[in-house]
């Protein structure tokens, strides 16, 4: 009874669209006026979502809002390829999807002999150098494999940069003598960004183009981020939940394990979050600059050879990669704090 | 300690006085506040907003100390019970542990083992009517559950001084009226001593052996009123016209406090109340 209201309207914005997509192919208005039209086109599918979002029984509506967030980058996609096809965007900056899908598809599936590298590498292999019925060992298999070249450096910067800022971080929080001392300092060293300090990194490490200075830049960038946001983490505990604590016995390690670290729980994934986007942005922008394996590697060296889709591929491959990893962030967020689970 | 009507004194605070300051310049909170508590007496505080009953509990809890004055908390016999638990107006029941890990906190800080410590939790959640949200997180429960876990928890851990602070201020008529019974029940049970804070001049009449008001800001004592209501007793009472009587009389005393903290507030008009 209430979509009848807006089945009407409906109705009519469908055939907007229709009609101005046709006119505008009809009169060759897509080369010049391709900003003009994908602007209205966006307004009018807006308008088409809103009212169906109406028309959608409730008990559908969970559905139907993951439908659009689906949907609506798949339509940008079609964009992209039919402008691309139509010759209104050069297929040498921004090439076709369907064209990246094909990249990925041999990045995935082809040995660079030359290298020794891919995208994946080969672990179908794998079980075989394990059980020694190969030459290659299971060292050497890795270090095939560019995935595995950028997922070691950020999860090793990761942990590395985390648990000491974890622990530092409280240990702020809770000695106000500590914080005054170190705030300022650790203030100034955010600001800076991270991939600066990378040039003393390679001077530091005996082996400057090896893992250690990647790695390392990879955990100060995750470093500071999660001590500040455990810092405020355990300063924004509210004082009640403190008293209670104390009031009910709990005191030093106690009150830090049933109150303090609970209640700064939060704060401190909301931290390890941004540290993990930060430590994926660090990583790439290292292998761009100086590496010989790893994503970001790939897809600058793909710039360099002037092949376009495969650099894309590898974009695809950063954001995939990014996906992921907050996706099991969020899983281990939501084993370590089931009370915050919906 | 003295003992007063046979029964000894619990609570001693003399001149207390509680001055905040920060920064930029000091509120005194409470001035020059002198209180006696007897083992095992119900003594009900009431006294318009801001005038310190909050933060007297929390002096009495050993949260806060006082700016200048003398409190002295007698310990009970058996020194494994913990001196106060403390009901808070802002429940501050822990959002990361269950209605059950809650209220057995208490005893579970005490070192109590598991099963004993969650047969004691569950007799008191039964008893404040939440055993179908006893694995509950707090977030799922509303204001007044919420509280009502907060009770329970202060009751599980059976102190020698129960502080309640507006205990049943989040809760809907009904279930205070059904609360307050229980409150009633429970105390003649055990006769704690009990310090309640409450806005409400007929929960405390019904509740206190005592009443004792507080003046608006800063907050110290006005005056007290001896509860002599016949024990045991039950929300009967609330009909009878010598109840009536009490909470006119005392509403009396308290009237020209509230006006004027609401004055000093800048809450609501001067006039037209009353
Ligand atoms: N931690 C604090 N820092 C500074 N001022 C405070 C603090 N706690 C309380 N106060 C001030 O002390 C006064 C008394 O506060 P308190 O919470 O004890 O009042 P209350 O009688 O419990 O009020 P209500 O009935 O509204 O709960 C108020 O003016 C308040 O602003
Ligand atoms: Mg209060």
Do not use: E
């Given at each position: 009874m209430k979509g009848r209201g807006t089945a009407k309207p409906l109705g009519a914005l469908v055939l907007l669209f229709a009609l101005w997509n046709g006119g505008l192919t009809l009169f060759h208005g897509?080369?010049?006026?391709w900003w003009l039209g994908l602007g209205v086109d966006f307004l009018l599918i807006v308008g088409i979502a809103e009212l169906l979002g109406k028309m959608i029984p409730p008990a559908y509506a969970p559905l139907y809002r993951r439908s659009l967030s689906v949907s609506f980058p798949l339509l940008l996609f079609i964009a992209w390829e039919l402008l691309v096809r139509g010759g209104v965007l050069s297929p040498d900056w921004f090439p076709p999807p369907s064209r990246i899908v094909q990249a990925l598809w041999e990045l995935i599936t082809k040995f660079d002999e030359f290298s020794k590298t891919s995208l994946l590498g080969r672990p179908w292999l794998l079980p075989g150098a394990i059980g020694g019925s190969r030459t290659e060992t299971v060292e050497e298999l890795l270090a095939e494999s560019h995935l595995y070249a950028t997922l070691m450096r950020v999860f090793v910067g990761f942990f590395l940069g985390a648990i000491p800022g974890i622990l530092l971080g409280m240990v702020m929080g809770v000695s106000p003598t500590i914080r005054t001392m170190i705030d300022a300092t650790l203030s100034a060293f955010y600001v800076l960004p991270k991939i600066a300090i990378f040039p003393i990194m390679m001077l530091i490490f005996?082996?400057?183009?090896?893992e250690g200075p990647k790695i390392a830049v990879v955990a100060i960038s995750v470093f500071f981020l999660v001590t500040i946001n455990t810092m405020v983490g355990v300063r924004d505990i509210e004082p009640v939940y403190l008293e209670a604590g104390r009031n009910y016995g709990a005191s030093g390690f106690r009150l830090f394990y049933h109150v303090i670290l609970p209640g700064a729980l939060p704060v401190v994934f909301a931290g390890l979050r941004l540290a993990l986007g930060t430590a994926l942005i660090v990583i790439i922008a290292v292998e761009f600059v100086r590496a010989k394996t790893g994503v970001g590697f790939l897809t600058f060296y793909y710039w360099e050879i002037l092949s376009p889709e495969k650099m894309y591929a590898g974009l695809v491959v950063v954001m995939v990669l990014g996906v992921l990893l907050t996706a099991g962030l969020k899983k281990v967020e939501q084993w370590v704090m089931p009370w915050r689970r919906p | 300690m003295d003992r007063t009507n046979g029964a000894s004194l619990k609570i001693r605070a003399s001149h207390i006085s509680k001055v905040f300051s920060n920064g930029k310049g000091s509120v005194e909170a409470i001035r020059d506040f002198s209180l006696e508590v007897k083992e095992g007496e119900f003594l009900c505080i009431v006294g318009p907003s801001g005038c310190g009953k909050s933060s007297f509990l929390r002096i009495l809890a050993g949260l806060m100390t006082p700016s200048s004055g003398k409190l002295e908390i007698q310990p009970g016999e058996?020194?494994?019970?913990?001196l106060t638990s403390m009901v808070f107006q802002e429940y501050a029941v822990f959002p990361w542990k269950t209605v059950l890990e809650n209220v057995g906190f208490g005893l579970r800080m005490r070192g109590i083992h598991k099963a004993e410590r969650h047969a004691i939790a569950q007799s008191w959640i039964e008893r404040v009517g939440l055993t179908k949200f006893i694995?509950?997180?707090?977030?799922?429960?509303?204001g007044g559950m919420k509280q009502r876990v907060g009770i329970a928890r202060a009751l599980a851990n059976d102190p020698e001084i129960l502080l309640m602070d507006e205990p049943l201020g989040a809760l809907d008529a009904q279930t205070r009226m059904v609360l307050q019974e229980e409150i009633l029940r429970i105390w003649e049970e055990r006769r704690k001593t009990v310090v309640y804070v409450t806005h409400s001049i007929e929960e405390a009449v019904l509740l206190g052996d005592r009443v004792v008001l507080m003046t608006a800001h800063p907050g110290t004592k006005k005056a007290e009123f001896p509860i002599l209501l016949p024990r045991p007793r039950d929300l009967k009472v609330t009909a009878t016209p010598e109840f009536g009587e009490l909470t006119y009389t005392i509403w009396e005393a308290l009237r020209g406090e509230v006006l004027s903290a609401m004055e000093s507030t800048g809450a609501g008009s001067s006039k037209g109340v009353g």
């Open positions: 897509w080369a010049s006026l005996p082996d400057p183009f090896g | 058996d020194t494994s019970k913990p694995h509950a997180y707090p977030h799922q429960l509303s």
